[in-house]
Structure formats: structure tokens, C-alpha cells
């Protein structure tokens, strides 16, 4: 089906900056959205940003607008997450995901049904 492996995670101070990286494979109808979400212990999983890989279309949450970016490069099958003027608020662990199309591509987990393992990013203050 589809493989996701999130990597680039790491510790930085607020104010820092973090690039995320998502290698998928498999069936690339099954990727038509990816979308980044992150997750405390004991929290919901939290949608971050989403793009329609057909269109290149973006999508962010309200909490990230501004200062992360979303984005792919289709010839590498990579989605990618560049988080600029971390916060520690900003503190999870991140993971990549993707579903195919015939479905909403927002920022509700559960409109997603392949998931990487995730990366943990921290950031201190």
C-alpha cells in the first residue's frame, strides 16, 4: 500500500528553525493528500498543515500559519515540513500521513488511514 518514514526531527531553541522530511512509497493514488499532524503523550493528534499533491494546494493550522511551510518534491516522493520560529508549544512528536482521493484532505486524523512512525521535535525555551 503506502510506507511513510518521517526523519529530521531533533531539539532546537525557541526562536530556531527545523526542517522535516517524509519519504513515501507505494501507490501514489493513495497519496493524493499528505498532511503533517503532531501528538502529545496523552493528547489528541493535532493536524498541522496539508497539501493536495495533484495541485500543490496548502492548508494550515491557525496555531502554524506563518511559520511553518508545507511542501513536496513529487520527482523524490518526499513531503516536507519547514518549521521556522519554533515555540515550545511547538514541543510533539510529528508524523506524515496520506489517504486518497474521494475524501475530505483536512486537518482531522481521521481522515487519514497510512501513518509514519513519527520524529520528535523539542523545543526549549
Known amino acids: 500500500q503506502v510506507q511513510l518514514v518521517e526523519s529530521g526531527g531533533g531539539s532546537v531553541q525557541a526562536g530556531g528553525s527545523l526542517r522535516l522530511s517524509c519519504a513515501a512509497s507505494?501507490?501514489?493514488?493513495?497519496?493524493?493528500?499528505m498532511a503533517w499532524f503532531r501528538q502529545l503523550p496523552g493528547k489528541e493528534r493535532e493536524g498541522v498543515a496539508r497539501i493536495l499533491t495533484g495541485s500543490g494546494n496548502t492548508y494550515y493550522a491557525d496555531s502554524v500559519k506563518g511559520r511553518f511551510t508545507i511542501s513536496q518534491d513529487n520527482a523524490k516522493n518526499t513531503l516536507y515540513l519547514q518549521m521556522n520560529s519554533l515555540k515550545p508549544e511547538d514541543t510533539a512528536m510529528y508524523f506524515c500521513?496520506?489517504?486518497?482521493?474521494?475524501?475530505?484532505?483536512?486537518?482531522?486524523?481521521?481522515?487519514?488511514?497510512?501513518w509514519g512512525q513519527g520524529t520528535q521535535v523539542t523545543v526549549s525555551s
Open positions: 507505494g501507490s501514489t493514488y493513495s497519496r493524493a493528500c
Open positions: 500521513a496520506a489517504a486518497p482521493p474521494l475524501r475530505v484532505c483536512g486537518l482531522s486524523h481521521t481522515g487519514y488511514n497510512y
